[in-house]
């Protein structure tokens, strides 16, 4: 089976999540337990981001996917986030085989996921960010950053979430709070976009997550709930 993106659904038995497979055909595999509950990832084929987003909120799913995977069942049983409330990773927003008319969607569920006043995303043009990048010292960055870094400017590749080389999604993120903002100060203003989504392989987003001003991992495992979640807030829009 070939998927155009994959889906988790945490904190839902599969009875919850049934009546999306038969009404649009999707498999439901089960996953391996994590420490914060069972995961089931529903693969869909040929179906818009949009489709699922509508039917999972119908049916009071919540639906996140990579980067949030730990803090999204905490987020929901704390009531930041209601059941229902859709949750996407912006990894896959310009995945090359994600069904185009379902970024709007992915956007507007996203850009709910971080504060924006410490921890702003950013979105620009792939070669802005490089020439950016090139004026700022990344000296002090763990070394998963630098690679993501150095494969980003090489050859517009980066290390994915489970540190192994990814396709070129022309996104890469950074949990530490400075750098959006320094980058942001190097880029054009008339070249920087702000909640919404700018479609093309040549957008990329970059994020931050603030843990007490130290360095994060570039790989969510290793930030827990609590950490990763502090200070997000809603938007309507």
Same mark, same amino acid.
């Given at each position: 089976?070939?998927?155009?993106?994959?889906?988790?659904?945490?904190?839902?038995?599969?009875?919850?999540?049934?009546?999306l497979?038969?009404?649009?055909?999707?498999?439901?595999?089960?996953t391996?337990?994590?420490?914060?509950?069972?995961?089931?990832d529903?693969?869909?084929?040929?179906?818009?981001?949009?489709?699922i987003?509508?039917?999972?909120?119908?049916h009071?799913?919540?639906?996140?996917?990579?980067?949030?995977?730990?803090?999204?069942?905490?987020?929901?049983?704390?009531?930041?986030?209601?059941?229902?409330?859709?949750?996407?990773?912006?990894?896959?927003?310009? *995945?090359? /085989?994600?069904?185009?008319?379902? #970024?709007?969607?992915? !956007?507007? $569920?996203?850009?709910?996921?971080?504060?924006?006043?410490?921890?702003?995303?950013?979105?620009?043009?792939?070669?802005?960010?490089?020439?950016?990048?090139?004026?700022?010292?990344?000296?002090?960055?763990?070394?998963?950053?630098?690679?993501?870094?150095?494969?980003?400017?090489?050859?517009?590749?980066?290390?994915?979430?489970?540190?192994?080389?990814?396709?070129?999604?022309?996104?890469?993120?950074?949990?530490?709070?400075?750098?959006?903002?320094?980058?942001?100060?190097?880029?054009?203003?008339?070249?920087?976009?702000?909640?919404?989504?700018?479609?093309?392989? *040549?957008? /990329?987003?970059?994020?931050?997550? #603030?843990?007490?001003? !130290?360095? $994060?991992?570039?790989?969510?495992?290793?930030?827990?709930?609590?950490?990763?979640?502090?200070?997000?807030?809603?938007?309507?829009?």
């Amino acid at each position: 089976m070939s998927y155009f993106d994959l889906v988790r659904v945490f904190g839902c038995t599969v009875n919850d999540v049934a009546p999306l497979s038969g009404e649009f055909g999707l498999r439901i595999q089960l996953t391996q337990p994590t420490d914060l509950g069972k995961a089931f990832d529903i693969g869909y084929e040929g179906h818009a981001n949009a489709e699922i987003c509508r039917l999972a909120d119908q049916h009071g799913v919540l639906v996140v996917q990579n980067a949030f995977v730990k803090a999204a069942p905490d987020l929901r049983l704390s009531g930041k986030v209601k059941k229902g409330t859709l949750v996407q990773d912006f990894f896959h927003w310009d *995945s090359p /085989v994600a069904p185009p008319n379902g #970024r709007g969607c992915a !956007n507007v $569920l996203f850009k709910a996921l971080f504060n924006e006043r410490q921890a702003p995303t950013l979105y620009a043009r792939m070669d802005d960010v490089r020439e950016a990048l090139k004026k700022i010292d990344t000296a002090s960055f763990s070394e998963s950053i630098q690679d993501a870094l150095q494969e980003m400017q090489g050859s517009g590749y980066f290390f994915g979430l489970d540190g192994q080389e990814s396709e070129p999604r022309q996104a890469i993120l950074f949990q530490y709070p400075s750098l959006t903002e320094d980058v942001a100060k190097l880029i054009p203003p008339d070249k920087i976009y702000r909640h919404h989504w700018e479609s093309g392989s *040549s957008t /990329v987003v970059i994020h931050s997550i #603030r843990q007490g001003g !130290n360095l $994060l991992h570039a790989r969510p495992a290793s930030c827990d709930a609590q950490n990763c979640v502090s200070g997000l807030k809603l938007f309507p829009n």
